[in-house]
C-alpha cells in the first residue's frame, strides 16, 4: 500500500504564508503527477497545483503568481509554498500522487487525509 501524509497546515493571517508538505510512503516504483487540491465548505474539490515527473507545473487561475508546487523526488515529497494568502483560500487541502507501485503494473491514485488551512482576514 501507499500513504500520503500532509502536514504545514494552519491559522494565518490575509497576506501571511504558510508552506505545505506531503509525503509519499510505502510500496512505491514511481511517481508520475502529484498534485494539490482543496475543498472549502459547500464546495467541490478543486485543483490547486500540480506537477509531473519531469517537472511541468499547472495552476488555477486563482493562486498564479502566489503559490508554487514543487517536488522532491529522492524524498517521494510534494510541497506547495503559498504566499499572500486570502481569506479565500480557506479550505482543506488534498495532495494527490498517481503511482506505480512495481514494473508493469498500472498507475493507482492515492489521496492524502487533508489539512486544514484557515486565512483570517
Known amino acids: 500500500q501507499v500513504q500520503l501524509v500532509e502536514s504545514g497546515g494552519g491559522l494565518v493571517q490575509a497576506g501571511g504564508s504558510l508552506r505545505l508538505s506531503c509525503a509519499a510512503s510505502?510500496?512505491?516504483?514511481?511517481?508520475?503527477?502529484m498534485g494539490w487540491y482543496r475543498q472549502a465548505p459547500g464546495k467541490e474539490r478543486e485543483l490547486v497545483a500540480r506537477?509531473?515527473?519531469?517537472?511541468?507545473?499547472n495552476y488555477a487561475d486563482s493562486v498564479k503568481g502566489r503559490f508554487i508546487i514543487s517536488r522532491d523526488n529522492a524524498k517521494n515529497t510534494v510541497y506547495l509554498q503559498m504566499n499572500s494568502l486570502k481569506p479565500e483560500d480557506t479550505a482543506v487541502y488534498y495532495c494527490n500522487s498517481e503511482v506505480l507501485r512495481k514494473r508493469g503494473d498500472r498507475w493507482y491514485v492515492y489521496w492524502g487525509q487533508g489539512t486544514q488551512v484557515t486565512v483570517s482576514s
Open positions: 510505502g510500496i512505491i516504483f514511481s511517481i508520475n503527477t
Open positions: 506537477v509531473t515527473e519531469g517537472d511541468k507545473t
